[in-house]
């Protein structure tokens, strides 16, 4: 300036704000055709002469931030000739900075928001960019607050992980808090089919007795029976047994399951006679019973 003091051009060059009599003398940097700035930094409008606005700064403003993240400029030039540059600028892609640095932790840390951020205020199209720095510069703060960026999509997910980030005090008790009541409510669930299972084998245990009382009240009845018929007349067991397997399956003609045990029971009288031949013709009448009362082992 008049007074000595030096600006820094590479910013503003679409709007100067300059008093009415410098105007004349400056407005030709900002004039269709015409470049001006530091080449390196310069968006493809820029060098291409074609009109500049706010995201021809915003764009100059994410070269800096790359080189400063990163140590190197967007561009990775074949040659080093102002043709290879304005070639890289107007039509090579830019590699993400995750990938241009060599220290993982750095990496991890530019992965994300920060490649999203950069790779959006560094679009060849002037419309793609961000509207201005400012805009630009609350991404950035969006980012270190933990809070959803606007150049990301916007998702579900990434809000969800985001959100989650901020609080994660509060998601770490949370998470503590549900752990606590679903191990209750897991060992409560357990209880209940612990002490359903006792119910049911109870249960069994108790149809199981019932049965087992059923059948010696019908054994005693069947001996009654027999004895009351060959009362005031001598009998040998062996003529008790054959009369006993004469009547019986008349006797339970409405209960198989009772019949089959019965027969059983003659089975295994008979055998104590050694008269495996009744043995064998009652365990074979006693499995007919068994299948008719739908029991399939005996």
Not at 162 to 182: D, E, N, P, Q, Y
């Amino acid at each position: 300036t008049a007074n000595g003091t030096l600006k820094v051009v590479d910013f503003g060059l679409a709007q100067f704000d300059v008093a009415a009599q410098d105007l004349a003398s400056v407005t030709r940097l900002t004039d269709p055709g015409t470049m001006a700035g530091t080449p390196p930094y310069m968006a493809p409008e820029q060098l291409l002469g074609k009109p500049t606005g706010p995201r021809t700064d915003q764009f100059a403003f994410g070269v800096l931030l790359y080189e400063l993240l990163t140590g190197q400029r967007p561009y990775k030039l074949q040659r080093d000739t102002a043709a290879a540059l304005e070639e890289a600028i107007t039509e090579a892609d830019v590699p993400l900075a995750s990938a241009r640095v060599a220290d993982p932790r750095l990496a991890r840390a530019l992965r994300g928001d920060i490649d999203t951020i950069l790779a959006k205020a560094l679009k060849k199209d002037l419309g793609e960019r961000y509207p201005s720095v400012e805009s630009m510069a609350a991404d950035i703060a969006r980012h270190l607050a933990g809070q959803p960026v606007l150049a990301r999509p916007d998702s579900f997910l990434y809000r969800a992980t985001k959100f989650v980030r901020r609080h994660s005090a509060g998601m770490a008790a949370g998470a503590l808090v549900f752990a606590s009541l679903t191990a209750g409510v897991a060992g409560t669930l357990i209880e209940a089919l612990r002490a359903e299972r006792l119910a049911v084998q109870a249960q069994e245990e108790r149809d199981d007795a019932l049965n087992q009382l059923k059948f010696a009240e019908a054994a005693e009845s069947f001996m009654r029976f027999l004895l009351s018929e060959s009362s005031g007349k001598p009998f040998t067991t062996a003529e008790l047994l054959a009369r006993a397997n004469e009547v019986v399956d008349t006797q339970y003609a409405n209960d198989a399951a009772l019949r089959a045990r019965m027969q059983l029971m003659l089975a295994d009288l008979f055998g104590e006679l050694r008269d495996y031949k009744q043995v064998v013709s009652v365990l074979e009448r006693a499995k007919t019973s068994a299948d008719a009362a739908g029991i399939f082992s005996l």
